[in-house]
C-alpha cells in the first residue's frame, strides 16, 4: 500500500509523429490534450521498494489547444529544457524544473504538424506545418529563419545528429526531402518509394554507411531511382536513414547515393481471434526507433500495437523479434504511435511507447519484456466508487465509455488496472457496487442506459431493458420496495439497483431480471402519501446504510426523506433552492451511532448543509415535517458542489468536490475546514475516501484526471475565495471557440482527416452554454473517444476526424468571399419587380406551341399526318406512330391523344420546375384526385388546391387536408397545419401537433375554445407547459400555466424558486389564497429570513403577517429585532447598520427589557392572556435549531438564541417558571457553545438584571426536576460575572467598581505579578482577551459588599460532580486525539521508511518512535514510555464507565468548566489575598489535583504553584 500521491493522467495525444520524449537520468514526457504530463523514470522516482520504478510528477500548462509536438533538448547541462508546438499556432520552450515557458514563439500560420530539437546544435529548434512551411528557431539569440521547400503537408521531420545543418521531412503523400538549412533549406536529396504518409523518420545512430553489408545486386529489385540528385551531400562517408510509412513498408535510405537499399515489409501477426485478412485495409500507424550503438537493429510498430526488433544484418531476409512474445497480455492492443529511448540513473536501457489504447508501457530493450504500465483517461471522470467488499478496488467511470477498475491497493504495481468497454459505448456517468455480492458493479451511462458488470468474468455486461431518456445521474443499490405489477413477493432480491436519470425518473431494476420492465418508483410515492400535485424532478437517490431510509434530491433543491416498505414520505427538507446533485449518509460505525442519521447534500449553491434526522426518522410522523433549518453548514466553496463522501475513518469528517476547482475536508460537527486540494486544473465531478488509508483520498475532473492525494500533505485549509474559480473561468474562457469547419479541396483536406486529430473526449472545453446538471453537462462538448468497444485490435472503418480550421490569412478570405456571395444575391433582388409587369404569362402548353413554330416542310408534314390519321378508316401503325412522335396534333384528333398531349407537356412543367401548370392541365382533363395524389407525393399541395378538394368528395377533401398538414409539416408551419386539421374537425390532432413541437400558446388557446373546459388534454396542456418555462427559467409564466392546470401547489413552488424576497413573498401569498397554508407559512418565513439578513425588520415582520400560524414567529423576530436595537445602542453588535429598518414601536428604554418585550407583544400582537401566550408557546415549541459551534454566524447565532428566549418570556406569561428556565439556559449554552461572551453577558443582564434568586423563589421545592437546570443557569450567570470580577483587576490599573474599591500608593520595589496565559483550554472569547498585568504603583484594593457576596456564590462553580463529568469527557477526546496522532506518525514513519536507501533507512522511523513516546507529543503518565493501544482502549472503557454512573441530568445540562473557575479563582487569590476565602482555594486546589490529570492543566496549575 503506497503512501504517497498518484496520478492517473489524460491520454497521450494520438496521430502526432512526436509528441513524447525521454532524456538521460530518467526524466520523460508525453502530451496529452492541451498540457504535457512529466514522469520520472527509475531510482530517482523515489518509490516504494517493490513497486514499479515511476512517478507522474508534475504537468506542463500553458497552451490552449491540443500539443502536436513535444521533444527535449538532448544536450548536457540542459536536460531541463524541452518545447512543445501545438494546434494555438505557438511553440513554447519549457523549464521542467520550474514548469515554467521560457520563451515562445508564434511564427506559423498554419497548424504545426512535426517539430524537432536538434541533437548537435542546443539552441536550434526545427519546426514545420501542414502547408509545407518550415522554421528554424535558434533560442539564445532568438533569431528564426523561414523554409519553403515543397507546397505539401509535413508529416514529420528529424534533424540529423551527424551533420547540424541537415533535416529530413516526411510529407503526407510519401515524399521524402534532406535539406541543408545552412543553404536556405537547399534539397540535398529527394527521396521517392513511398506511395503514403511518412509516419517517423530515424537517422542510424553512426555516421557512415559500413555498418550495414547491404549487397546491392540481390537488393536490386527493390532499389528505386530517385530523380536527380539535385547536390553533392556535404557528408562525405554519408549515413543511413530508416522511413515509416503507412503503406506497411520500413524503406532504408543510403544518403550518399540517395537510394532505397533496404525495404521491411511489415508482417500480418497472429492474434486473438485470428490472423488478418491482408486484403482488408488495417489501421496503422509506423513508428520507428533506432536503438543508440546498435545499427544493426530497427526497432517498429505493427498493425495491432505490436513492437517489433528487426535485424538488418541480413537484407535479403526478413527476420524481427517479437517484443514480449512469451507474455500473452503484455502488448498494445492497439496501433502506437511513439517510440522514445530512455536512459536511467541506473544506466538502464528502456523505450516507452503511446498507443490508442490509452496506455504508456515501458521496455526493457535487454529483454524485450514490458516493465510496467502507465493507464489514462480518454474523457472526463465521472465517477468513482470503491468495492466495499474487495477493500481498494477503485471503479472509475469516464467520458471515453471505459470502465476501468484500479486496484490500489496492488504491491507490486501501482497503476494495476483492468478495463471493461464492452457493452458500454458512451460516457459512464454512475457506477455504484453491490454492498455485499463480489464483482458486482451497476453502472450508468450517459445515454441512459443502466447495466450490470461482473468484474471477475470476461463476459458481456446485462443491460437493462428500461432506459431513461436522459444521462444517468446516480445509482444506488437498496431494498427492493412493493412495484404496482403483480408477482410473487418470495423470489424477490435482498437488495435492488435504483437509478436517477436526467429525465428526473427513478427507476428501480430486478438485478436478476433485468430484460423485465423496470419500475418508476413515483407511482407508489404517489399513491401511498395520496399526493394529487405534480412530483418533482428527481436528481438524487441514496440510501441509509441500515436499507430503511432513501432521500431524493430534487431539481427545486428540496430533500425528500422516505420510508420503507412503501415510501412512506416522513420529511421534506427545503434548503438548498438549486437543483440537488448529491447527498451522502454518515456511516454507521463510528464510535457515535447518532451520527449515522446525518445527512450531507450538496446543490448547484456552493453550500453543503448538513442535516441530523434523527428525531424525525425515530418519531415517525403520521404526516410529513418540513425542515427549514441545517444541523451544519458549511461555506466556503465558489461554485456548485458536485460530491460528497464521508470518511469511513472519523467521526463527521466529510470531504467534498465542486465546480470551483477544489477538493475541502471538513469537520463537520465544529463547521470547521480542514484541508484544500487544488490540484485539479479542471472542474471536479466526484471524490471517494480511501477505505484503508484515513489519509487518502481519491478525486476526479474534467481535466481527464483522477489524483490520489494525501490530506497531510496539503498547505492550504480551506477553499480560495472567488480568486480559483475566476482563475477558471478565465481558463475556459481561454480554451479555443469551436471554429467554422471550412470545405476545402478533396485532394488536399480528404485523406488528412485521421492524422492530426486525438481520439480524446474533448480536445477543447468549451464554455458549457447551457445549464448544467448534476455535474453532468449535455454541451461539454466532448469528442467521443474513437471506437471504445474495439480495443483489442479488431478491424473497423475509419474515424472521421477533422481538424481544425487554419489560422491567418485564411479567415480574411472567406470573409472577401462570404461578401462577393451576398453581393451577387442581393443584385438581381430588383430585377423580379421591375419585369414582371412587361413579362408575359407563361404559356399552359409550350412544347405544342414551339412545335407549331417549327420549319414551313414540319407543319406541311404535320397537316400531311393529321389528314390521313383523321380519314384513314382503319388504324395504320405506321400514323399511329407518327401522332406519337408529333404529340402536340392531339389538339386536332381524337381524346386519347389529347391526353397524350396533355401528360407530355405536364412531364415538361413538371421538369421546369412548375407544379402549378401542371396541377392546371390535370384539373383540365378532370382528373382532380389525381392532381392531389401526385401533388401530395411530390409534396407540392397548395391552398388553391386543397380548396378545390371537396368538388371530388368529402373524403377526397379530408384525405387532401391531413396530406396538406403532413406537408406543412415537413416545411416546418405548424401551426397553419392545425389551422387546417381545425377546418376539417381534427381539434385533438391539432392541438397534439402544436403541443409535440412546443406551440403550448396557441395549443391552449385551440383547446381552450373548442373544447370542454374539463377536458383532461387542457390539463396535460398547461403542466407540459409549465414544466418548460419551469426549466427555462420563466417561473411567473409557469405559475399561470400551473394556476390554469388547476395544480396551485406547484404554481406556488415554482414562483418561490428564484428565491429573492418579491419571489418569495407572491409564492406565500398565493398559495394562502389557494389554501395550501402549510406551504404558505413555509414561504413566508423563508421570505422573512431572506429579510432579516438584509435587516429590514418591517418588511420581515410583514411577511410574517401573511400566515396566522407564524404568529410565534413574529414574536421571534420582534424579541430579536428589539435585542439586535439594544446592542447597536450599546455598541456591542457586530456591524453596526445604518440601514437597519426598524419598526415604530414605543421604545421605554428606560425600562427593564422583559417589560419592554412584553409591552411591544402585547401592543402590536394583542398579545394579552395566557391562553394567546400558551398557543404561541405550542407553535414554537416544536421547531427545533442545531447546536452552535464556533463556526455559527453570527446573524443565525441571534436568531436561534432569540427562539430560545422567546419560549421563556412566554413560560414567564404563564407562569411555567420550570420551561422558562429551560429556555434561558438554551440561550445561554448556545452563546458559550459559540464563544461568544458578549452575547451571553448581554443575555444575562437584560433577562437576569437581578440575577438568578427571583427564579428560585418561583421554582419553590429545592428538588423540583428543573433544579440541575436552574443549576447550570445559576453557574453560567456566577461564571459571567467571576470573568468581569478578574478583568476588573486586570488592567494595568485597576479602577474602583461594584466589586473593589482602589487607592494608589508609590512603592520602590515593582510587584511581581504573573497573569495566567490561557486559563481554559478552550479558545473562547473571554481566555483571548486577558491583559498582561504591568504596574509600577502597588494598589490597596478592597472588596465592595458586592464583590464579597459575588466571590461566596463562586462556591457554585466548585461542584466536583460536574467536575469529574468534565474530566471523563476530556479524557475521550484525549484519546481520540492521541489515537489520531498516533496514525499520522505511523503513516509518516512508513513513508520515511520506503523512502530511506541505504543504512539510514530506519532513522525516519526512529525518529518517528521517539515521537510518539516524548512526552511533548503524547498525553501519558509514564515518561519516556509510548502509550499502548491496549492502555488508551482501557483508559476510554474507564472513562465511558464513569460518565454511565453519572445522571441524566448532569449529562443533558451544560456547566462552566469547573476546572477553568478554579484556575481564575487562585490567579485572584495570587493577586490579592483574602479576596478568596482559604477555604475555596483549598477546595479548588483539591479539584485541579484530582481532575486536572490532563497536560493543559497541569500546565497552568504548575505556572500558579511556581
Same mark, same amino acid.
Given at each position: ?36 504530463? $512529466? ?7 523515489? #518509490? ?10 508534475? !504537468? ?59 541533437? $548537435? ?12 512551411? #518550415? ?100 557528408? &562525405? ?32 501477426? &497472429? ?6 485478412? %491482408? ?18 537493429? $530497427? #526497432? ?38 511513439? =517510440? ?143 412495484? @404496482? ?113 446525518? @445527512? +450531507?447534500?450538496?446543490?448547484?449553491? +456552493? ?10 426518522? !425515530? ?28 470518511? %469511513? ?17 471538513w469537520d463537520t460537527l465544529q463547521e470547521e475546514p480542514l484541508c484544500n486540494f487544488r490540484g485539479h486544473r479542471g472542474r471536479l465531478l466526484c471524490i471517494a475516501w480511501s477505505p484503508l488509508d484515513p489519509d487518502c483520498i481519491y478525486s476526479g475532473a474534467d481535466d481527464f484526471c483522477v489524483y490520489k492525494w494525501l490530506t497531510s500533505m496539503q498547505e ?13 473561468? &478565465? ?56 471506437? %471504445? ?52 404569362? *407563361? ?78 392541365? @390535370? ?25 378545390? +378538394? ?17 406537408? =406543412? ?53 398547461? =403542466? ?35 428565491g429573492d424576497v418579491a419571489s418569495l413573498r407572491t409564492a406565500a401569498e398565493l398559495a394562502s389564497i389557494v389554501g395550501e397554508n402549510e406551504l404558505s407559512a413555509t414561504l413566508a418565513l423563508r421570505c422573512a429570513q431572506e429579510l432579516l439578513l438584509a435587516r429590514n425588520w418591517v418588511g420581515a415582520q410583514e411577511a410574517l403577517q401573511l400566515h396566522e ?46 417589560? *419592554? ?98 427564579? *428560585? ?100 462553580? $466548585?461542584?466536583? &460532580? ?69 492502555? =488508551?482502549?482501557?483508559?476510554?472503557? !474507564? ?68
Open positions: 500500500m503506497g503512501q504517497e500521491p498518484r496520478t492517473l493522467p489524460p491520454s497521450p495525444n494520438w496521430y502526432c509523429s512526436r509528441c513524447s520524449d525521454a532524456v538521460p537520468g530518467g526524466l520523460f514526457g508525453f502530451a496529452a490534450r492541451t498540457s504535457v504530463f $512529466l514522469v520520472r523514470v527509475g531510482p530517482g522516482a523515489d #518509490v516504494i521498494p517493490g513497486t514499479s520504478p515511476f512517478r507522474v510528477i508534475g !504537468e506542463l500548462v500553458g497552451h490552449t489547444e491540443r500539443v502536436s509536438g513535444f521533444t527535449f533538448c538532448h544536450h548536457p547541462g540542459q536536460y531541463n529544457l524541452c518545447a512543445t508546438s501545438s494546434d494555438d499556432g505557438t511553440v513554447k520552450i519549457w523549464d521542467v524544473e520550474t514548469k515554467t515557458v521560457v520563451t515562445e514563439h508564434a511564427l506559423h500560420q498554419h497548424t504545426i504538424s512535426a517539430l524537432h530539437w536538434s541533437p $548537435l546544435v542546443k539552441d536550434l529548434l526545427v519546426s514545420g506545418d501542414e502547408k509545407g512551411v #518550415v522554421f528554424c528557431y535558434w533560442l539564445n539569440r532568438n533569431d528564426s529563419q523561414h523554409l519553403f521547400i515543397e507546397p505539401r503537408t509535413i508529416f514529420c521531420l528529424t534533424c540529423s545528429p551527424h551533420h547540424e545543418d541537415l533535416v529530413a521531412i516526411g510529407y503526407k503523400d510519401g515524399i521524402v526531402v534532406i535539406i541543408d538549412i545552412s543553404k536556405k533549406g537547399e534539397v540535398i536529396h529527394r527521396l521517392r518509394g513511398h506511395d503514403d504518409e511518412i509516419h517517423s523518420i530515424a537517422w542510424c545512430p553512426l555516421p557512415g554507411e559500413d555498418c550495414l553489408f547491404t549487397n546491392q545486386e540481390e537488393n536490386s529489385e527493390l532499389e528505386i531511382p530517385n530523380g536527380k540528385v539535385i547536390a553533392q551531400t556535404p557528408v &562525405k562517408k554519408g549515413c543511413y536513414l530508416a522511413t515509416g510509412s503507412k503503406d506497411q513498408t520500413i524503406r532504408i535510405w543510403s544518403c550518399s547515393r540517395g537510394r532505397v537499399v533496404m525495404t521491411l515489409k511489415l508482417p500480418f501477426l &497472429k492474434r486473438r481471434g485470428g490472423s488478418i485478412d %491482408p486484403t482488408v485495409k488495417e489501421r496503422l500507424w509506423l513508428t520507428l526507433h533506432w536503438p543508440k550503438g546498435q545499427p544493426t537493429q $530497427l #526497432v517498429s510498430s505493427c498493425f495491432g500495437g505490436e513492437l517489433l526488433l528487426w535485424d538488418l544484418t541480413q537484407s535479403w531476409r526478413r527476420k524481427y523479434t517479437l517484443f514480449s512474445a512469451s507474455s500473452e497480455g503484455q502488448n498494445h492492443s492497439r496501433i502506437v504511435f511513439n =517510440l522514445c529511448p530512455l536512459q536511467t540513473e541506473d544506466d538502464k536501457q528502456l523505450l516507452l511507447s503511446t498507443s490508442m489504447d490509452r496506455d504508456v508501457k515501458c521496455w526493457d530493450m535487454a529483454t524485450l519484456e514490458c516493465c510496467w504500465t502507465l493507464p489514462s483517461l480518454g474523457g472526463f471522470a465521472y465517477s468513482l466508487a470503491f468495492s466495499p467488499v474487495d477493500t481498494g478496488c477503485l471503479a472509475i467511470g469516464a467520458g471515453d465509455g471505459m470502465i476501468r477498475i484500479w486496484n490500489t491497493f496492488s504491491i507490486k504495481n501501482n497503476y494495476d488496472v483492468k478495463i471493461f468497454w464492452q457493452g458500454v459505448k458512451s460516457k459512464v456517468t454512475a457506477l455504484c457496487w453491490h454492498p455485499t455480492k463480489e464483482g458486482c458493479l451497476a453502472f450508468g451511462t450517459d445515454d441512459g442506459k443502466v447495466g450490470l458488470y461482473d468484474t471477475y468474468s470476461n463476459k458481456p455486461p446485462q443491460i437493462s431493458s428500461t432506459y431513461h431518456k436522459k444521462t444517468v445521474y446516480s445509482l444506488a443499490w437498496g431494498p427492493p420496495v412493493p412495484s @404496482m405489477a403483480p408477482g410473487g413477493e418470495g423470489d424477490r432480491p435482498s437488495l435492488t439497483l435504483y437509478s436517477c436519470g436526467g429525465e428526473g425518473i427513478v427507476l428501480q431494476h430486478n438485478p436478476w431480471k433485468l430484460s423485465g420492465e423496470a419500475f418508476d418508483i413515483n407511482k407508489l410515492i404517489r399513491d401511498t402519501n395520496s399526493i394529487k400535485y405534480k412530483l418533482p424532478v428527481h436528481t438524487e437517490i441514496s440510501w441509509k446504510a441500515d436499507g430503511k431510509i432513501m432521500a431524493l434530491g430534487n431539481e427545486d433543491g428540496s430533500i425528500e426523506i422516505f420510508k420503507v416498505p412503501n415510501l412512506k414520505l416522513i420529511c421534506t427538507i427545503q434548503q438548498h433552492h438549486k437543483l440537488v446533485n448529491t447527498i451522502s449518509w454518515h456511516h454507521e460505525y463510528g464510535s457515535q451511532p447518532e451520527l449515522s442519521y446525518l @445527512m +450531507a447534500s450538496g446543490s448547484n449553491n +456552493a453550500v453543503i448543509y448538513v442535516h441530523n434526522l434523527q428525531t424525525v426518522i !425515530e418519531s415517525n410522523p403520521e404526516s410529513p415535517v418540513t425542515i427549514t433549518e441545517p444541523y451544519r453548514t458549511l461555506s466556503g466553496h465558489t461554485a456548485k458542489i458536485t460530491s460528497l463522501a464521508w470518511s %469511513p475513518h472519523h467521526d463527521g469528517r466529510l470531504i467534498s468536490a465542486s465546480y470551483d476547482g477544489t477538493a475541502q475536508v492550504h485549509s480551506r477553499p480560495p475565495q472567488g480568486k480559483k474559480s475566476t482563475e477558471l473561468e &478565465k481558463k475556459r474562457l481561454s480554451q479555443p471557440k469551436p471554429k467554422p469547419k471550412k470545405k476545402k479541396k478533396p485532394t488536399l483536406r480528404g485523406p488528412v482527416k485521421q492524422e492530426l486529430c486525438n481520439g480524446n473526449e474533448e480536445e477543447s472545453v468549451k464554455e458549457s452554454s447551457g445549464p448544467v446538471e448534476n455535474g453532468v453537462s449535455d454541451q461539454e462538448t466532448e469528442e467521443e473517444a474513437r471506437e %471504445p468497444e474495439l480495443p483489442c485490435g479488431v478491424t473497423s472503418a475509419e474515424p472521421v476526424i477533422c481538424t481544425p480550421a487554419s489560422l491567418g490569412f485564411d479567415k480574411s478570405k472567406v470573409t472577401i468571399n462570404n461578401k462577393v456571395t451576398l453581393l451577387k444575391k442581393e443584385a438581381p433582388k430588383e430585377k423580379p419587380e421591375a419585369l414582371i409587369k412587361k413579362r408575359k404569362a *407563361r404559356s399552359m402548353l409550350p412544347l405544342s406551341t414551339s412545335l407549331d413554330h417549327r420549319s414551313k416542310e414540319e407543319l406541311h408534314q404535320d397537316c400531311l399526318v393529321l389528314a390521313t390519321a383523321k380519314h384513314s378508316r382503319e388504324p395504320k401503325e405506321d400514323v399511329s406512330a407518327d401522332l406519337e412522335e408529333r404529340f402536340h396534333l392531339g389538339l386536332f384528333t381524337d381524346r386519347a391523344t389529347l391526353y397524350r398531349m396533355i401528360e407530355v407537356e405536364g412531364k415538361g412543367h413538371l421538369e421546369n420546375g412548375h407544379p402549378e401548370l401542371f396541377h392546371q392541365l @390535370m384539373l383540365w382533363k378532370g382528373d382532380l384526385k389525381g392532381v392531389l395524389q401526385t401533388a401530395a407525393e411530390r409534396g407540392e399541395l397548395t391552398d388553391h388546391l386543397v380548396a378545390m +378538394a371537396p368538388v371530388a368528395g368529402y373524403h377526397v377533401w379530408v384525405w387532401a387536408v391531413e396530406a396538406f398538414a403532413k406537408q =406543412l409539416c415537413f416545411q416546418d408551419q405548424y401551426v397553419k397545419a392545425a389551422s387546417h386539421l381545425l377546418s376539417i374537425h381534427k381539434v385533438y390532432d391539432a392541438v397534439e401537433l402544436l403541443k409535440a413541437n412546443h406551440f403550448y400558446r396557441e395549443a391552449i388557446a385551440i383547446a381552450k375554445a373548442r373544447l370542454r373546459p374539463e377536458d383532461p388534454i387542457l390539463k396535460d396542456l398547461y =403542466l407540459s407547459w409549465g414544466a418548460i418555462l419551469e426549466k427555462d427559467g420563466h417561473y411567473a409564466l409557469a405559475a399561470k400555466c400551473y394556476l390554469g392546470g388547476t395544480s396551485a401547489y406547484d404554481a406556488a413552488k415554482v414562483l418561490a424558486k428564484k400560524s407564524l404568529k410565534g414567529q413574529r414574536l421571534v423576530f420582534c424579541l430579536l429585532e428589539l435585542l439586535s436595537k439594544h446592542l447597536e445602542e450599546k455598541q456591542l453588535s457586530e456591524g453596526k447598520s445604518s440601514s437597519s429598518s426598524y419598526n415604530a414601536w414605543p421604545a421605554g428604554s428606560e425600562r427593564p427589557f422583559v417589560e *419592554r418585550v412584553t409591552a411591544v407583544w402585547k401592543s402590536a400582537f394583542s398579545l394579552d392572556s395566557p391562553e394567546q401566550s400558551q398557543a404561541a408557546f405550542q407553535q414554537l415549541q416544536d421547531i427545533k435549531y442545531p447546536s452552535a459551534t464556533s463556526n455559527t454566524p453570527s446573524k443565525q447565532l441571534l436568531l436561534h438564541i432569540c427562539h430560545d428566549l422567546t419560549l421563556a418570556v412566554l413560560s414567564q406569561q404563564v407562569a411555567s417558571w420550570d420551561a422558562a428556565v429551560e429556555g434561558l439556559l438554551r440561550a445561554v449554552i448556545r452563546s458559550y457553545n459559540s464563544g461568544n461572551f458578549t452575547i451571553m453577558q448581554e443575555v444575562h443582564s437584560a433577562f437576569l438584571p437581578e440575577g438568578c434568586d427571583h427564579l *428560585r423563589d418561583k421554582l419553590g421545592g429545592h428538588q423540583s426536576p428543573t433544579t440541575p437546570a436552574f443549576k447550570s443557569l445559576e453557574a453560567f450567570f456566577i461564571y459571567g460575572r467571576l470573568y468581569e470580577f478578574w478583568w476588573s483587576l486586570s488592567g494595568p490599573c485597576p479602577k474602583s467598581s461594584i466589586w473593589v474599591r482602589a487607592a494608589h500608593r508609590r512603592t520602590t520595589s515593582v510587584e511581581q505579578s504573573q497573569q495566567l496565559d490561557n486559563v481554559s483550554p478552550e479558545e473562547t472569547d473571554p481566555k483571548a482577551s486577558q491583559p498582561e498585568p504591568s504596574r509600577n504603583l502597588e494598589l490597596d484594593v478592597t472588596l465592595t459588599e458586592e464583590g464579597e457576596q459575588m466571590l461566596n456564590a463562586c462556591k457554585e462553580l $466548585l461542584s466536583e &460532580k460536574h467536575a469529574g463529568f468534565q474530566n471523563a469527557q476530556r479524557t475521550i477526546a484525549e484519546v481520540q486525539d492521541t489515537l489520531a496522532e498516533m496514525i499520522r506518525q505511523h503513516q509518516k514513519s512508513q513513508l520515511c521508511k520506503a523512502t530511506a536507501n541505504g543504512p539510514d533507512k530506519n532513522e525516519p522511523e526512529q525518529k518517528a518512535e521517539q515521537s510518539l513516546s516524548s512526552p511533548q507529543n503524547q498525553c501519558k503518565e509514564e515518561k519516556n514510555e509510548p502509550v499502548s493501544l491496549p492502555e =488508551l482502549t482501557k483508559r476510554i472503557t !474507564e472513562a465511558n464507565e464513569r460518565i454511565a454512573k453519572f445522571p441524566e441530568s448532569t449529562k443533558t445540562w451544560p456547566f462552566p468548566d469547573v476546572l477553568e473557575c478554579c484556575l481564575v479563582l487562585l490567579h485572584i487569590g495570587s493577586q490579592y489575598s483574602g479576596f478568596v476565602t482559604q477555604e475555596m482555594q483549598q477546595q479548588a486546589q483539591e479539584l485541579l489535583q484530582k481532575y486536572g490529570s490532563t497536560k493543559v492543566y497541569k500546565r497552568h496549575y504548575q505556572t500558579l504553584c511556581t
